[in-house]
């Protein structure tokens, strides 16, 4: 099995904004970064365009941005996170994003070489703020 992840990010401004500048022209090195960290897996960026859901039609706002991968394992991920450089974007985040009322991440497991869905991920969401942590969806205080 394989770790997924999602987690979404209510933007405070369009993308061409100034404000989102630091955002946007840190994005590509930063998922650059993870695709080279030891554990990656995938990311929803690389699904194909002809397969991509469309964020707003699944979340109903167009200002949250969602962020999909899926790793070997929750340490990858982990390490990922918060000791390598997207730790110095994340801690950053109040500049670019609003705080979100509800949970805003989730974790799951699943099959080695399956990719999921927004729609997927938004399922697991919504049962782990309705349910709280199972092995079903979990955050990174649970070791599922």
Known sequence: MHLAQLNLADAIAD??????????????????????????????????????E???AVFGK?????????????????????????KD??????????????MHMVLWYVPEGHYPTISEGKERLEYLRTHGESEYAFSFKSKF
């Open 15 to 52: 993308m061409e904004s100034p404000i989102m500048a630091d955002f946007v022209n840190n994005t590509d090195r930063i998922n650059k970064l993870a695709a080279k960290s030891q554990g990656y897996v995938w990311s929803l960026e690389e699904r194909p365009e002809h397969e991509k």
């Open 89 to 102: 974007i994340m801690v950053r985040k109040k500049e670019w994003f609003s705080k979100l009322p509800k």
């Open 62 to 86: 167009e200002s949250l941005l969602v962020n999909m991968t899926v790793w070997e394992d929750r340490d990858s991920l982990f390490a990922f996170v918060y000791k390598s450089a997207h």
């Open 54 to 56: 469309d964020r707003v």
